[in-house]
């Protein structure tokens, strides 16, 4: 059974950055697509970015040029960059391959001053 274990989630002001880490409990990230979610309080879990096992990426329209997603297939991890946080991107973080997987508990990001 794979898990994901997602980190990295903090308090942060407008304008700062984190680093979001998804960590699968095994080798999947060399044939799979894998994507970063978020679920902010009484929302519907929403897409944010996605990578192919190509590498290929894709973004929701808010983060484009904000967010950047990555990879490490030896280290079973996909990696999300965040910069320019603003209080909207308030949520909880999930990943998750495709096809999907049992969810992981997700990080909470918190944006505020």
């Known amino acids: 059974q794979v898990q994901l274990v997602e980190s990295g989630g903090d308090l942060v002001q407008p304008g700062g950055s984190l680093r979001l880490s998804c960590t699968a409990s095994r080798s999947i990230f060399s044939f799979n697509t894998m994507e970063w979610y978020r679920q902010a309080p009484g929302k519907q879990r929403e897409l944010v970015a996605g990578i192919t096992s190509g590498s290929g990426t894709y973004y929701r329209g808010s983060v484009k040029g904000r967010f950047t997603i990555s990879r490490d297939n030896e280290k079973n991890t996909v990696y999300l960059q965040m910069n320019s946080l603003k209080p909207e991107d308030t949520a909880v973080y999930y990943c998750?391959?495709?096809?999907?997987?049992?969810w992981g508990q997700g990080t909470q990001v918190t944006v505020s001053s």
């Open positions: 998750n391959s495709i096809p999907n997987v049992p």
